[in-house]
């Protein structure tokens, strides 16, 4: 198993940036990472992923271009860095480890098994 911790969420204007952490409690080179987010009355949708080596990540299209992930496994940390933020980026944001069909790429949040508590993303106009 393998715990996770999110931090370094805040309160930003809209274009501003952030970068999020995601710290697991033991070493996690073998896990592949995604992040994902949750706003106020919607489903957990999936942001972010990256494979155990870093040499693959994927993004939804709606942060495409504006959000990169990245991680340092001798750290044992993943991050999020965000850019030019807009308001509907508002969200809890959740770093999560695959746990089920890991060797492709994946957002189906079910094959995840291992979650932070969130970090909070608010985004003012």
């Known amino acids: 198993q393998v715990q996770l911790a999110e931090s370094g969420g805040g309160l930003v204007q809209a274009g501003g940036s952030l970068r999020i952490s995601c710290a697991a409690s033991?070493?996690?080179?073998?896990?592949?990472m995604g992040w994902f987010r949750q706003a106020p009355g919607k489903e957990r949708e999936f942001v972010a992923y990256?494979?155990?080596?870093?040499?693959?990540?994927v993004y939804a299209d709606s942060v495409k271009g504006r959000f990169t992930i990245s991680r340092d496994n001798s750290k044992d940390t993943l991050y999020l860095q965000m850019d030019s933020l807009k308001p509907e980026d508002t969200a809890l944001y959740f770093c999560?480890?695959?746990?089920?069909?890991?060797?492709?790429?994946?957002?189906?949040?079910?094959?995840?098994?291992?979650w932070g508590q969130g970090t909070q993303v608010t985004v003012s106009t």
């Open positions: 999560a480890a695959c746990v089920k069909d890991c060797m492709e790429f994946t957002g189906d949040l079910t094959h995840y098994g291992y």
């Open positions: 033991r070493p996690f080179h073998n896990y592949v």
């Open positions: 990256i494979d155990a080596l870093q040499r693959e990540t």
